[in-house]
């Protein structure tokens, strides 16, 4: 019996930076084409624009409302009809340009969570941007969770080859980190951060915890937040099965996991990890969010403004999103008609809303 491939929905991202460019490249690479189905959803006068921008021919099968969801070899197309090229301006963040990507993310969003996809990704978004579209965007972790109904919220990694790193707290203020940081939020990380390597495949990950004080604290002399909870969490996490050592000076940690000492390293806040894991490789490295029902995956890097429209965007960091979201994915028996008729549900719902 053949194995049934993973069918990933993509959201095209901002349309004034590099999405429409990355989206057109996607769609025609080889490797993403070899393991995964893909459905795209966006506007088909900004993929043409991506198209032109990026010198290639993006084959794409168009699907219309109404009829089974079906797949020949070629993406499909999924077109909302939500913007024209001509109503926003590249390099700038926008009302405009927010409004689309939005739309765009919660209906992949929905499309995973209702069957139809496998797996929700997208090409990068600017915060700015869907700010301004929205007046309360919070971060995508926010909308998954609305979208998706989760009674917790999810984490992001950040995946560059077989290097992951997780984090405690994200998108918080510098400030805020130490009061936010408890032995129980520290061990559901951790337990987090090991389903979801062996959801990728990692039949035992190593887990490397990161302090928060410099030199770990030196025994108390710069606080006590390794002493009070980050060792206890890191028991806590042992004791329920996760493979995990620290804390460990987070200045020296990266090296060892860079060697091969550890899968992942599980860091206190967010640039804490984001600097180190960048510098390692940020035109190849991937944003997962894990911890919800199907994966979620984009590429680390973000919008670009300052190379829209110049053909010269690195397909890398996307085209690793797509191949993880496919590895992480668990292809669903639902049929093409079934597809066709829950697509076109969502569809409306939102065409409804833009109008």
Not at 85 to 111: D, E, H, Y
Not at 148 to 160: D, Y
Not at 277 to 288: A, D, I
Request: proline letters at 5%; charged letters at 20%.
């Amino acid at each position: 019996m053949t194995a049934r491939r993973p069918v990933l929905a993509l959201a095209m991202g901002d349309p004034c930076g590099i999405s429409a460019e990355l989206t057109a490249k996607l769609i025609s690479d080889a490797e993403v084409q070899a393991a995964a189905d893909l459905i795209v959803i966006g506007d088909r006068r900004m993929l043409a624009e991506g198209e032109a921008i990026a010198k290639v021919k993006a084959a794409v099968t168009p699907w219309k409302p109404g009829t089974p969801l079906a797949f020949d070899g070629q993406a499909v197309f999924v077109d909302l009809g939500h913007l024209d090229p001509k109503a926003i301006q590249r390099g700038v963040a926008s009302k405009a340009g927010g409004t689309f990507a939005m739309a765009n993310f919660r209906t992949v969003l929905r499309m995973a969570n209702a069957g139809v996809a496998d797996a929700a990704t997208f090409t990068p978004f600017n915060k700015h941007a869907m700010k301004l579209a929205t007046g309360d965007y919070e971060d995508e972790i926010a909308v998954i969770t609305e979208e998706t109904g989760a009674k917790r919220n999810g984490r992001e990694f950040n995946i560059l080859g077989n290097l992951w790193n997780a984090r405690v707290t994200s998108h918080i203020p510098l400030k805020e980190v130490s009061r936010h940081l408890s032995i129980e939020a520290i061990t559901k990380a951790l337990v987090l951060t090991n389903d979801s390597l062996r959801e990728a495949g990692f039949a035992k990950p190593r887990i490397a915890v990161a302090a928060l004080n410099p030199h770990a604290g030196e025994g108390g002399n710069f606080g006590r937040e390794e002493i009070d909870v980050i060792e206890p969490a890191v028991k806590a996490a042992q004791a329920k099965g996760v493979l995990c050592e620290g804390p460990f000076p987070s200045d020296t940690v990266f090296v060892r996991a860079r060697r091969g000492d550890f899968d992942a390293v599980q860091t206190m806040f967010h640039d804490q990890g984001q600097i180190a894991m960048k510098l390692l490789g940020f035109e190849s490295g991937v944003t997962l969010i894990g911890g919800y029902a199907f994966p979620v995956c984009t590429p680390a890097h973000g919008t670009a403004y300052d190379i829209a429209g110049k053909g010269i965007a690195n397909l890398g960091a996307s085209r690793n999103a797509m191949l993880i979201a496919a590895r992480m994915s668990k292809p669903k028996t639902v049929s093409s008609a079934e597809r066709g008729r829950v697509l076109t549900d969502l569809v409306q719902r939102a065409t409804a809303k833009a109008a």
